[in-house]
């Protein structure tokens, strides 16, 4: 009669439970990048062979450019980042009145006819950093958000945050976005 031969196993039962301890580990300690990007709605395509390009006084253009170095220019001057924000509201908001409230009596930006006509063009060269391009991108969204909170809060009571979706449109209509990268006319 042979004799059987008991090999000794490894129980395997609690590995289940130590690959699901090492999956919880990793997913709590790895970081998970976000996606970094700017959130913009494109306009509607312009049918084929129709100019839809209305004609934009030059006024109501504030030329912002970030050259090679990554030195921001409005209207050929030479500004800091955080002067940006400022500036581009005064544009905004002026509705013609050329006395700027952040200027200090240095008239660095013409004024816009209202805040419906004015349009702000913003172009870099090749050499602009990705990072200040989103600074500068920033800094001009700021200066809409705030804005139209102040508007908000003027007409409605209540800040842009809390407004019904009727409300809300009114102040985009107010204030609305216009950002240009393209050669303004």
């Known amino acids: 009669m042979r004799r059987l031969q008991f090999r000794p196993e490894i129980n395997a039962g609690s590995m289940a439970d ?3 301890l090492l999956l919880i ?6 970081t998970i990048s976000t996606d970094v990007g700017i959130n913009r709605l494109l306009p509607k395509p312009c049918p084929d062979g129709q100019d839809c390009s209305p004609p934009i006084n030059e006024r109501n253009i504030l030329q912002v450019m970030i050259n090679g170095k990554d030195q921001i220019m409005v209207e050929g001057n030479l500004v800091k980042l955080e002067e940006l924000k400022d500036l581009a ?3 905004l908001d002026n509705n013609g ?3 700027c409230s952040y200027c200090h009596g240095e008239q660095l930006v013409s004024s816009s006819d209202n805040p419906g006509e004015a349009v702000i063009s913003l172009q870099n060269m090749k050499q602009t950093t990705y990072k200040q391009y989103v600074a500068v991108q920033n800094e001009l969204t700021k200066a809409y ?3 139209r909170n102040e508007y908000s ?3 409605f009571g209540k800040s842009k945050d809390n407004l019904t979706k009727v409300e809300l449109k009114t102040v985009k209509d107010a204030y609305p976005f216009k950002l240009s990268e393209a050669e303004t006319r």
């Open 97 to 99: 009145d050329n006395s």
């Open 145 to 147: 958000n705030e804005l």
């Open 89 to 91: 509201k005064d544009f």
């Open 18 to 20: 130590i690959a699901f």
């Open 153 to 155: 809060i003027n007409t």
């Open 25 to 30: 580990f990793f997913l709590v300690t790895a």
